[in-house]
């Protein structure tokens, strides 16, 4: 069977997302088979179809023999049907074939190689890493789902693409003639442990007067004897991460998950917060981008050690003031509150880190995250409205970061990163110089110097900073901005436009000629490609 989306398969709710609890709509094709049987079908996962293709071989077949060639390969046609055995008409067909025309595994499956690519039910992730895993599920955040087996047809789908490691993406919403699935039976489905939780809320209340402020907290958990401990110690905290460093005056939201020894005392526990107002000496932000901790810093980073583009997130504090936007003819515009900006382009391994996933297309761990519609930042419903109130979908990347780290982590406004990219300059770059763009970043102009160990976009940070130490704001990836593409009346902290389709893009790319300070344009909130990505930023 084919022409069969992933959507179909298991729906676009409840089937799009991590599969962690095997909940599908009701109304799929994995919903209706549940519904007649009364079984957990569903697909397998990426791990579990290798496993049963493999059936014990450790050869790029799993008839125990390893390809003559990549491309044409006399061992595949004992196998499977693929590009350069599908004019023998074997099954009666010169495309895909009749099931089980050729040699099954030691298992007794059969084309587990080539006939058509079958869906799994993993989120894409492009670097599956080297470390022993148990009972995996792929990423926790990807536009694409994975597929396996490589199909009949396409001269892309040799094969060496029908081996028994070999895998592919694809957007769940994307039907062919090569796609389509095998179906698990899934004996002891993943039951969700009860969850345990404790909601708390509390104050932070600046002593000086600061639209951002930035402060030093604690959380203490009182037990039933009297005594005191803080919460980490006694199990996960959520939202605004474990005892550190907090951003932002006014209402938090604190969510602990106790440690079984201490279910008991749950309701028993009562929340003290110990904070310290520690503005002043907030120029650096730094988020631990695996544990969501926060941390102040006084200086910038060395940017020569790849922690900091990978392990952490360095947000750069920017002070309020009035400069002039756009090109020739620029508007005055002011912004009244300090915020916070990444002095990077989000990286590949941050975005791994804080959502468990990596869409781009253009692999390495340094480079910008591309392929990322806006949707996927901030999501299709709240995250789609105008931003005043900047509310975003949960399971956003937006939504985890802030699940994660705190409640006002965002993308910046089309006015405040033009603001930070221009940094006192009204050049047309951030050099000072009007026509010296090679020194800034990336562009069409230089994307063959092999800068950073690349042809396209390169690694965050091989170019000259800015006044403000920010990088790359010139060029390597266009950068979504949180309004909406279009003027806005407003000159004083402007959002954009409250109507009007698609998103404000900046910056210009890898693939651009012209990347100035003043470079924008539009995109529909769901189009995605290697030559967009995004900076997160620290909003008031």
């Known amino acids: 069977m084919e022409y069969v989306t992933y959507n179909m398969l298991r729906g676009e709710n409840l089937g799009a997302s991590w599969p962690d609890s095997y909940e599908v709509d009701e ?7 549940r519904a007649k049987t009364g079984l957990t079908f569903d697909l397998p996962t990426e791990a579990q179809w290798e496993f049963a293709c493999r059936a014990g071989t450790t050869t790029a077949l799993n008839s125990g023999k390893d390809l003559t060639h990549e491309d044409e390969s006399s061992v595949m046609d004992e196998v499977g ?22 040699m099954p595994n030691n298992w007794g499956l059969y084309d587990m190689h080539g006939n058509v690519n079958e869906w799994v039910l993993d989120l894409y992730q492009a670097d599956l890493g080297s470390e022993a895993t148990t009972e995996p599920l792929g990423a926790r955040w990807s536009m694409h789902r994975t597929i ?3 199909p009949w047809a396409a001269a892309s789908r040799r094969a060496g693409r029908c081996r028994s490691a070999a895998r592919d993406f694809r957007k769940p919403d994307n039907a062919s003639f090569f796609e389509g699935f095998r179906i698990a039976l899934v004996l002891s ?26 402060f030093q907290a604690a959380f203490y958990g009182k ?10 110690e006694m199990g996960k905290l959520e939202y605004d991460g474990a005892s550190g460093i907090v951003a932002g005056n006014g209402t938090h939201k604190l969510t602990w998950i106790p440690d079984p020894e201490y279910v008991d005392q749950m ?13 002043s000496f907030a120029d650096y932000l730094v988020l631990d981008t695996a544990s969501g901790k926060m941390r102040i810093s006084a ?12 392990d952490e997130l360095w947000l750069r504090r920017i002070e309020p003031g009035t400069f002039g936007m756009g090109g020739e003819e620029k508007v005055q515009v002011t912004l009244t509150k300090a915020f916070y900006i990444g002095i990077f382009e989000m990286t590949q391994k941050q975005c791994q880190n804080i959502a468990g996933g990596n869409p781009s297309e253009l692999v390495g761990p340094t480079r910008p995250v591309e392929s990322v519609p806006y949707d996927m930042l901030r999501g299709t419903e709240n995250g789609a409205a105008f931003p005043a109130n900047y509310d975003v979908d949960e399971n956003s990347f937006v939504g985890l970061l802030r699940k994660k780290a705190g409640n006002i982590f965002d993308l910046p406004t089309e006015a405040q990163w033009e603001y930070a990219c221009r940094a006192g300059t009204t050049t047309a770059y951030n050099n000072g110089t009007d026509d010296n763009l090679k020194e800034v970043g990336r562009y069409l102009g230089n994307r063959d110097d092999w800068k950073g160990g690349y042809f396209e976009h390169t690694v965050v940070g091989s170019y000259r900073g800015n006044n403000w130490g920010l990088y790359d704001m010139h060029g390597n990836v266009w950068e979504w901005c949180i309004n909406r593409n279009g003027s806005s009346e407003s000159t004083v902290d402007p959002v954009g436009p409250e109507t009007g389709s698609g998103r404000a893009i900046r910056g210009g790319s890898w693939f651009d000629s012209s ?3 003043y470079s924008r344009g539009g995109a529909s909130t769901y189009t995605y490609n290697n030559f967009r990505g995004f900076r997160i930023a620290l909003l008031p």
């Open 81 to 102: 049907r693929y590009h350069y055995d599908r004019e023998d008409g074997k099954g009666g067909f010169k495309d895909h074939t009749i099931v089980g025309c050729y």
């Open 267 to 279: 309701d028993d526990v009562e929340l003290r917060v110990e904070s310290d107002d520690v503005t």
């Open 299 to 310: 200086n910038a980073p060395d940017i020569s050690d790849e922690k900091c583009k990978t």
């Open 27 to 33: 109304d799929s094709f994995f919903g209706k088979l």
């Open 515 to 517: 990347c100035c300070s």
């Open 148 to 150: 396996k087996s490589g």
């Open 189 to 214: 489905p993943f039951t969700p442990k009860p969850s345990y939780k404790r909601v708390f809320e509390y104050e932070l209340t600046p002593s000086t007067e600061s639209t951002l402020p930035i």
């Open 223 to 232: 037990l039933k004897d009297g005594s005191e401990k803080l919460l980490e």
